[in-house]
């Protein structure tokens, strides 16, 4: 028998690989065919994860330059 009150655990890594998991499917049920490899990346946004870790590139970079 689950305990209980709230003794629940949030694992917040895997509840957002769920969202995305979900949006995937979501955006598969509604394609007409396949979904292209830029698709997906876009439905899990690959991009905006490439984007922000080249801007913290670019920043760190700058800041060593400037040591």
């Known amino acids: 028998m689950a305990p ?5 655990v949030q694992d917040h ?3 957002a690989e ?3 998991c979900g949006e995937l499917i979501i955006a598969a049920s509604a ?5 292209s490899l830029e ?5 899990l946004r690959v991009s905006e994860e ?3 870790q080249e801007r913290g590139r ?6 060593g330059a400037g040591a």
Not at 4 to 8: D, E, R
Not at 31 to 35: G, K, P, S, T, Y
Not at 39 to 43: F, G, L, Y
Not at 58 to 63: D, K, P
């Open 31 to 35: 394609a007409e065919d396949r979904l």
């Open 58 to 63: 670019l920043a760190a970079g700058a800041r």
């Open 4 to 8: 209980v009150g709230g003794t629940a």
């Open 50 to 52: 490439r984007d922000g």
């Open 13 to 15: 890594v895997a509840l």
């Open 18 to 20: 769920i969202e995305l």
């Open 39 to 43: 698709s997906i990346d876009e439905v």
